[in-house]
């Protein structure tokens, strides 16, 4: 390869770094043909983009993007793949997905989630359960509808209850 592609190739590569919410450095290595297709499938599905990458060009690309990305050198060894995503957690999931079919592949190296950094095997966990800005500012419009909801319903029972009383004390009269 010349070294002008190399260099367009970092240049793409840091341009999709800087630009991505959220990535995944995976190794996809091992998997047959069969089973990377729907790796790939599964990865459309989830509007997860799958890249292929030589270690050398991405910690280039690492090396120039913006943020902080030294700690993921250390998992830049093997077969490395990319997982672009703008759910934080998807990539996680579909990971775990392919481990209950018991594929070895996909196996998480190291993931940029939620502008934080985490490195290893045993994050998969926790990156799966990881909530999306949306979904938490979700939960939290949910708790402080909660009360409300609470006051509106004993209200509204409460009119139930008074209306009856009213209909028997106007029929007592007569």
Same mark, same amino acid.
């Given at each position: 390869?010349? +070294?002008?592609?190399? =260099?367009?190739? @970092?240049?793409?590569?840091?341009? +999709? @770094?800087?630009?991505?919410?959220? $990535? ?12 990377? !297709?729907?790796? %790939? ?5 989830? /509007? ?13 690309? &690492? ?5 902080? $990305?030294?700690?993921?050198? !250390?998992? &830049? ?6 997982? $672009? ?6 990539? /996680? %999931? ?8 018991? $594929?070895?592949?996909?196996? &998480? ?17 926790? *990156?799966? =359960? @990881? ?8 939960? *939290?419009?949910? *708790?402080?509808? !909660? ?5 509106? !319903? ?8 008074? /209306? ?11």
């Amino acid at each position: 390869m010349k +070294r002008e592609d190399k =260099t367009a190739i @970092i240049d793409q590569l840091t341009e +999709r @770094i800087d630009s991505a919410k959220h $990535f995944y450095i995976t190794d996809i290595g091992g998997l047959d043909a069969e089973q990377t !297709s729907d790796l %790939r499938r599964q990865c459309y599905k989830e /509007a997860i983009e799958l890249t292929v990458v030589k270690n050398t060009l991405l910690k280039k690309a &690492l090396e120039n993007a913006k943020g902080d $990305f030294e700690e993921m050198y !250390s998992a &830049l060894a093997g077969p490395t793949s990319l997982m $672009f995503t703008e759910n934080a957690s998807s990539p /996680a %999931r579909l990971i775990q997905e392919f481990k209950k079919k018991k $594929f070895p592949k996909p196996e &998480l190296k190291a993931a940029f989630a939620e502008e934080s950094v985490y490195v290893g095997v045993d994050q998969l966990d926790l *990156l799966s =359960t @990881i909530k999306s800005k949306e979904e938490l500012i979700a939960d *939290l419009i949910a *708790l402080l509808q !909660s009360p409300i909801r609470n006051v509106m !319903s004993s209200l509204d029972s409460g009119k139930n209850i008074l /209306a009856g009383v009213v209909k028997t004390l106007s029929e007592k009269e007569n």
